[in-house]
């Protein structure tokens, strides 16, 4: 909990990139998905392997192997049954992103998915230039990858398949560049 305020208040100036999608399925349904191991798998469309270390819990440690070679460690931090849980993502040896999935039960056997994410600070850019590359470039790139990863749970939760490569199309930053 130390390191989530931490981050939170070294950040505050900073909005999360956040999205929040209505479900198809119970928030049960949607806990049951999101709290297996493993489960990227299934749901991530630009997912390749996700190998856990340690699950589930406060401590849970795992992987992300994306399509295109990238290897990001997620670091949990704070997990909450039925609810959600939040993590430090980062490649191997990279800056930290404080990243926060939440479900919210709605109405009719459907709830809302959201995920924030908290960017660590943009270094390479000079720092005249950060909020327009944030603005234009980063947020929206953001964006659409974080609408594939919800669709990609809702797909698997709706289909019982596992979500294709770039079912939702491809993604510059985490896809095969060809």
Not at 20 to 42: Q, T
Request: with cysteine; hydrophobic share 35%.
């Amino acid at each position: 909990m130390n390191d989530i305020s931490n981050y939170l208040t070294n950040n505050q100036s900073r909005k999360p990139i956040y999205i929040r999608r209505l479900i198809h399925s119970s928030a049960d349904a949607v806990w049951n998905i999101i709290s297996l191991p493993g489960n990227l798998e299934k749901c991530h469309p630009f997912c390749e392997k996700n190998p856990v270390h340690i699950w589930p819990g406060d401590s849970a440690r795992d992987e992300i192997h994306y399509l295109n070679g990238s290897v990001f460690t997620r670091k949990f931090v704070r997990w909450i049954d039925n609810v959600g849980y939040d993590l430090f993502i980062s490649k191997i040896g990279g800056k930290e992103s404080f990243v926060s999935w939440r479900i919210e039960p709605a109405h009719n056997e459907q709830c809302y998915l959201s995920i924030r994410i908290y960017l660590y600070k943009l270094q390479n850019i000079p720092k005249g230039f950060r909020w327009i590359a944030n603005l234009l470039y980063i947020r929206p790139m953001l964006k659409k990858y974080l609408l594939s990863v919800v669709g990609g749970f809702e797909y698997h939760l709706q289909t019982g398949q596992p979500v294709l490569n770039n079912h939702f199309g491809s993604h510059s930053w985490f896809s095969i560049n060809k």
